[in-house]
């Protein structure tokens, strides 16, 4: 699209960053809805500020070229580099959950997250990708294919494999950039099926 563009995200655009995950899963999605209600728009503010802060971390956005401060962030991807035996969350972990989240769901998510992205990735340095979104009004023109386009591209020049834990629906789209499903497991609180991928370095 060329009404947008791929950039880095910094602290001005935290307040935007904050409601996208909201934006991006409500519409269609129940469990987003319970796990990150949309209510806790500081929590995932808090987090960015301290991926954006990290020089491990890759903060891709997308929003409209020369728009006013703040940016409105249409869509979102998150790259971080883990070192060869790092084990544990990283991010997810090191912030207190709001009352408001499903905090059972979210231990499993997590947990799963860490068991295959050891099993997979562990003795190499790698770049797990955390988050992604497009904001639901704006799905279906490209974005989404521009942020992860971007993430390959980062990923092919510092020569490191990328894990990725996503649902069943999001299979087909990662496979479409490289991506490999390693392993599947059906979440029970949920029952949605969760995807763990591996892109190979090129």
């Not at 998150?78 to 544990?88: F, I, V």
Request: charged residues 25%; aromatic residues 10%; contains cysteine.
């Amino acid at each position: 699209m060329s009404h947008v563009v791929v950039g880095l995200a910094d602290a001005t655009d935290l307040p935007s960053i904050g409601t996208l995950h909201a934006r991006a899963y409500h519409p269609t999605r129940e469990w987003h809805r319970r796990i990150f209600p949309e209510s806790i728009a500081p929590w995932w503010e808090n987090k960015y500020a301290m991926d954006i802060a990290d020089p491990n971390s890759y903060v891709l956005k997308i929003s409209p070229p020369d728009s006013p401060t703040p940016t409105p962030v249409l869509g979102l991807l998150s790259l971080r580099k883990y070192d060869a035996n790092e084990k544990g969350a990283e991010r997810w972990t090191s912030s207190p959950l709001p009352p408001e989240v499903d905090k059972e769901a979210y231990d499993a998510m997590i947990k799963s997250m860490v068991e295959y992205r050891e099993r997979f990735m562990l003795g190499r340095v790698h770049l797990c990708l955390d988050h992604f979104g497009v904001d639901h009004e704006y799905q279906g023109r490209g974005m989404g294919k521009m942020l992860i386009a971007k993430a390959c591209e980062i990923a092919d020049r510092e020569k490191l494999d990328v894990f990725v834990q996503a649902n069943e629906f999001a299979e087909s789209f990662y496979h479409n950039f490289g991506f490999g499903t390693e392993g599947r497991l059906e979440m029970p609180l949920d029952g949605v099926t969760q995807c763990f991928l591996v892109r190979k370095c090129s």
